[in-house]
């Protein structure tokens, strides 16, 4: 049974940072392509970062380019999000997902509240 559990969230003041964390169980996860999304009340889910499995592609969207660092414990089975420079735009729940092919994206957490305050 493979879960993703996001860790981390909370609520930060506009300029703070925050460090979101998933732990994967259940699968490989060494070969699996690994991606943060948000959803913000009311709107659609949205792509944030994604990394491969060995690190070396990364791909953030231009919302947060910058600002967010994503980066994998292999060793850990984790990948984190660390997001400075935050600003009330961010406010939303983050997931994270797994994938092994580029676009993909098989297995989801359940996500972690993420509140800027102005």
């Known amino acids: 049974q493979v879960q993703l559990v996001e860790s981390g969230g909370g609520l930060v003041q506009a300029g703070g940072s925050l460090r979101l964390s998933c732990a994967a169980s259940g699968l490989t996860f060494s070969t699996y392509r690994m991606g943060w999304f948000r959803q913000a009340p009311g709107k659609e889910r949205e792509f944030v970062a994604a990394?491969?499995?060995?690190?070396?592609?990364?791909d953030y969207s231009n919302s947060v380019k910058g600002r967010f660092t994503i980066s994998r414990d292999n060793a850990k089975n984790t990948v984190y999000l660390q997001m400075n420079s935050l600003n009330p735009e961010d406010t939303a729940v983050y997931y994270c997902?797994?994938?092994?092919?580029?676009?993909?994206?098989?297995?989801w957490g359940q996500g972690t509240q993420v509140t800027v305050s102005s």
């Open positions: 990394i491969s499995w060995g690190g070396s592609n990364i």
């Open positions: 997902a797994a994938g092994r092919q580029a676009g993909t994206w098989r297995y």
